[in-house]
């Protein structure tokens, strides 16, 4: 786990190394245990953990015009457009310093794998991915004090993007399972 790719790069007589990251994607419902679970491969593995809500979160938070777009979609239950969120976490991703990154909660559907893969040319090492019943996560979340000030939607909206996100994202999982990344 964790390990680096070095690709040679040719440049006027001279060739230079570049590390490709190690990308690995976390995948699960809300409350499955995937921030646990991040936060202990951080400290005994040295990858820097991004989460995709997080991620979404701050740019609302900052006001700005993307912000606002995001928040608009979220309160309607719709998914981030793909480019948008991989703009966010390649800038995460470079401002980090780090070459090994947990993924969480993005890809959302087989369309934002591609366009991840696409756009940053990076194939995730594996997917980790957490399987936790609904009745599981809703009991999670529930015990979590500060839930209901985090979201920026309604707690019907949220329920419904319990049960949607879980399904939505169940299919990126087994597209890896054929070259056995999971």
């Not at 040679?8 to 679970?37: C, R």
Request: glycine content about 8%; overall charge negative.
């Amino acid at each position: 786990m964790g390990t680096v790719v070095e690709t040679p790069v040719k440049e006027a007589d001279a060739t230079v190394t570049v590390k490709k990251p190690t990308v690995v994607f976390v995948l699960g419902g809300p409350g499955s245990g995937k921030g646990t679970q991040c936060a202990n491969i951080v400290e005994h593995f040295g990858y820097t953990h991004l989460s995709a809500g997080d991620l979404l979160r701050a740019e609302i938070k900052s006001g700005s015009e993307n912000g606002t777009m995001i928040q608009n979609m979220i309160k309607e239950g719709k998914i981030v457009p793909s480019e948008v969120t991989i703009k966010l976490l390649q800038k995460a991703m470079e401002e980090s310093g780090n070459d090994k990154f947990l993924i969480d909660g993005f890809p959302r559907n087989e369309e934002n794998r591609a366009a991840f893969e696409a756009v940053t040319k990076i194939e995730p090492e594996f997917v980790l991915f957490f399987d936790c019943s609904e009745e599981e996560m809703e009991r999670r979340i529930l015990n979590r004090n500060q839930v209901r000030q985090k979201l920026p939607f309604s707690w019907g909206v949220f329920c419904l993007f319990i049960m949607l996100s879980f399904s939505s994202c169940i299919s990126i999982p087994f597209s890896y399972f054929g070259h056995k990344k999971i």
